[in-house]
């Protein structure tokens, strides 16, 4: 069969909490992030690995809480008076790489002083993060602590699920117990697994089945040995 054409269209993930999958895994996480007004200092820290559900957990936390969300990145000193006004904030990435420390320390105290909540997610716990800020690293590491456990196989499975649903692909169910029982077990291997099988369907001009799973899970081991 000839190679078809493909178009690598925007994936558009359902951050809702109805397409939040719990599990044992996460199931203490999203409790904490309820129970965002009994938080000690008014504060959390959200860790957990690439593709846990930490951006997933934050939009359905801001939607309760009417929180803004920016990535550490794009925190600035210009931008403190107006982001405290917020009436919660969630910074996202804060292991992500260099930010303006002095940023964070003025709007956690201004958020703190207005009893306004306010969440940081990264990868790692904060004593990771390499602050050089000593007041700033004494204050996070003071918050809260809320971890992403690695995923069990009924996450596992949830999350190809959702995955497969992002990019408007419906696949077999009896197809998710073979992938995982294959797969690496963590979300960034779902998220190529997921990737690698749409574009082998559309250049194939072919619905994604055991077959042609199995050889794209041989492609992806041979390009990890």
């Known amino acids: 069969m000839a190679e078809q054409l493909t178009f690598d269209l925007p994936v558009r993930p359902a951050l809702g909490r109805e397409a939040f999958f719990v599990s044992p895994a996460n199931a203490t996480a999203l409790a904490l992030l309820d129970g965002w007004r009994a938080w000690p ?7 957990g690995p690439a593709g846990a559900g930490k951006t997933h957990l934050t939009h359905v936390w801001a939607a309760e809480t009417g929180a803004r969300i920016l990535p550490a990145a794009e925190l600035a000193e210009a ?36 009893q306004r909540p306010l969440l940081l997610t990264a990868r790692r716990p904060p004593r990771d993060w390499g602050l050089a800020l000593p007041d700033l ?30 990019r408007q692909i419906a696949v077999p169910p009896t197809l998710l117990p073979y992938l995982t029982a294959r797969m690496d077990r963590s979300f960034a291997a779902a998220r190529a697994l997921v990737a ?8 194939e001009g072919r619905a994604i089945t055991r077959p042609l799973a199995a050889r794209v899970l041989d492609k992806l081991g041979a390009a990890d040995a």
């Open 79 to 114: 931008r403190v008076p107006e982001l405290a006004e917020a009436p919660a904030l969630a910074v996202e990435d804060a292991d992500g790489g260099a930010f303006d420390e002095r940023a964070l320390f003025h709007l956690h105290n201004l958020l703190a002083e207005a």
């Open 41 to 47: 200092l008014g504060k959390l820290v959200l860790v």
């Open 137 to 166: 690293a004494s204050r996070i590491e003071a918050a809260g602590r809320a971890e992403l456990a690695p995923p069990d196989d009924a996450l596992l499975q949830a999350v190809l699920v959702k995955m497969f649903e992002d």
């Open 196 to 203: 690698a099988l749409d574009a082998a369907a559309l250049a």
